[in-house]
Nanobody, 123 residues
Framework: QVQLVESGGGLVQAGGSLRLSCAAS????????MGWFRQAPEMEREFVAAIRWSGSSTYYRDSVKGRFTISRDNAKNTAYLQMSSLKPEDTAVYFC????????????????WGQGTQVTVSS
């Protein structure tokens, strides 16, 4: 069982930055790929970014490439999402998720989910 807790969300002006953190419980964090997803009101949950369990590969949705960076620190059991040049359309609840020895963009790959953290970008 893996428990995930996100933090770092908040209100920021357009063009600003935020760093989200996802703290994981357990001693097997290094065997899980980590993903970030987001869900805006009345919208489907969508993939944002993922990082392989080893940290050797990352993947981003097109709309965040060059603005968001996913990373992880396996010694701290924590994944991060650094978000820069934020836009109002980035406003959503952001969720982190963990996938055991799998790597991809589909939410169905992910076994564990956090409770989400709100990110609001004002224009």
């Amino acid at each position: 069982q893996v428990q995930l807790v996100e933090s770092g969300g908040g209100l920021v002006q357009a063009g600003g930055s935020l760093r989200l953190s996802c703290a994981a419980s357990g001693r097997t964090f290094s065997t899980y790929s980590m993903g970030w997803f987001r869900q805006a009101p009345e919208m489907e949950r969508e993939f944002v970014a993922a990082i392989r369990w080893s940290g050797s590969s990352t993947y981003y949705r097109d709309s965040v490439k060059g603005r968001f960076t996913i990373s992880r620190d396996n010694a701290k059991n924590t994944a991060y999402l650094q978000m820069s040049s934020l836009k109002p359309e980035d406003t959503a609840v952001y969720f982190c998720a963990a996938a055991k020895l799998q790597f991809g963009t589909s939410a169905r790959l992910y076994d564990y989910w956090g409770q989400g953290t709100q990110v609001t970008v004002s224009s």
